[in-house]
């Protein structure tokens, strides 16, 4: 069984206890992009060295390593460039580039930074547009995968993801922490430690909050988490076993499973805490459950049918239908909010994998090639999806786009293990 199923199915944390291998920094890898690449041009924004952040830098990372751009190299004279210069567009187009990007730093009185930008197409010889920002110096990365989206709509057609953030739980020694991360993997702020796991964490459409199940009471309790002040209240914490949780799109709701009647069913409570009602019963175990992205059902794992399979059923109740067939273990559904597909963990040959199914046509596909890959999350575009992995028994993020022509693995930041991701929505001003 994978962790997440093993945990809610047995509610042990064998799999969370047990010592693991020293750190190891891993260097982004990508591969399988193919020639659809977009040629762009990443010119040094003027007035950027010696910066703590190089914008250009951080935007020419957030593009390539989406897999459809490709960095051309700009050679030294492209440091006079800035979103005010004349460009000639033919000199662009023979070095290869399809796009530009050149900006400008400028340090403010009040000490923040004026950030300005312009991003033109070479081909056509047009501008695509400009913008410019005012940032504080902690906000620096956050502009500069701001100026990564506005490129990658302007040439893509659809919305960026680099400003959005990743949460998810880091080990070290007898310490976990709750993290919340740009979606590099770099800039990890904390928004829990404990010496207790921590385990399923899941955002609120509107990116403030999170909820977790936390061990800190030596139970699973599951919590409902401000990010910004930080202030947090137990939502959950019945007799027996509370997890699994997973917000409702309005932000009203969580579907949550419980063991307080016995074996483990979903149910739904209000945000904070009131109006508890059951949603499945079944001679078996349902967990995992997600909601949706117009709320009209609920997807989750359940053995009911003899083996662990992907059902749904409306929050309003009646008869669950089952989704999966192809083998005799698929968990862990995730909802692409994009398209009419999910991810889950498919068992293969022995081997744990992340696969997506056209919920049209039951067309399936096994994205990734590991041993013990878990926890997929859609990133809010549609088009990556983030997941859990094994690199020499260490637990590591990697992502792999819904075509298959990108994997790639993040860093492991401070700490031996990495689990449990899951994406943020698109950041709301």
């Excluded at 914008?55 to 006079?80: C, N, Q, Y």
């Excluded at 004349?86 to 400028?106: I, K």
């Excluded at 409570?269 to 995992?288: E, F, H, K, P, Y």
């Excluded at 075509?403 to 709301?428: C, E, Q, Y």
Aim: net charge neutral.
């Amino acid at each position: 069984m994978t962790k997440n199923f093993c945990l809610t199915l047995c509610g042990v944390l064998l799999t969370l206890l047990l010592p693991h291998a020293a750190q190891a920094q891993l260097r982004i890898e990508i591969s399988g992009v193919g020639g659809k690449q977009i040629p762009i041009a990443i010119a040094p924004f003027r007035g950027e060295t010696g910066m703590p952040q190089q914008i250009s830098t951080i935007v020419r990372d957030d593009l390539v390593g989406s897999g459809l751009f490709k960095a051309i190299p700009t050679g030294a004279e492209a440091s006079a460039l800035t979103e005010t210069s004349q460009v000639s567009f033919g000199d662009w187009q023979n070095r290869g580039a399809d796009a530009l990007v050149a900006g400008s730093v400028t340090k403010l009185a009040d000490g923040r930074f004026d950030v300005r930008f312009r991003l033109l197409d070479t081909v056509k010889q047009s501008d695509l547009g400009s913008l410019s920002y005012a940032a504080t110096p902690a906000l620096l990365r956050f502009t500069a995968h701001q100026i990564a989206d506005y490129v990658y709509q302007k040439l893509i057609g659809e919305p960026g993801i680099f400003s959005t953030r990743m949460a998810y739980v880091a080990k070290q020694g007898t310490r976990y922490e709750l993290l919340v991360a740009d979606i590099d993997g770099q800039n990890p702020q904390p928004a829990l430690l404990s010496n207790e796991p921590i385990i399923s964490p899941a955002w609120s459409a509107d990116g403030r909050k999170l909820a977790y199940v936390s061990f800190e009471s030596r139970k699973p309790v599951i919590y409902v988490h401000v990010i910004a002040t930080g202030k947090r209240m137990p939502v959950a914490n019945f007799k027996g076993s509370n997890s699994a949780p997973a917000w409702s799109p309005d932000g009203t709701q969580l579907a949550v499973v419980l063991s307080r009647s016995g074996l483990q069913q979903i149910y739904l409570i209000n945000a904070d805490g009131s109006n508890l009602r059951r949603l499945t019963t079944s001679s078996g175990i349902d967990t995992n459950p997600v909601f949706s992205p117009d709320g009209r059902y609920i997807y989750f794992t359940s053995d009911r049918g003899g083996s662990p399979q992907i059902y749904r059923v409306s929050p309003n109740g009646g008869e669950p239908e089952r989704l999966t067939f192809s083998t005799d273990y698929n968990v862990r559904p995730a909802i692409n909010p994009g398209s009419n597909t999910i991810a889950y963990v498919t068992r293969r040959d022995g081997r744990y994998q992340i696969a997506i199914m056209d919920l049209s046509t039951h067309n399936e596909r096994v994205l990734t090639d590991g041993v013990n890959d878990d926890s997929p999350t859609f990133s809010p575009n549609g088009r990556f999806i983030l997941y859990e992995s094994k690199n020499n028994r260490i637990d590591i993020l990697a992502m792999v786009s819904i075509d298959g022509t990108l994997r790639k693995t993040l860093p492991s930041i401070n700490a031996v293990d990495t689990r449990d991701p899951v994406w943020g929505p698109f950041f709301k001003n």
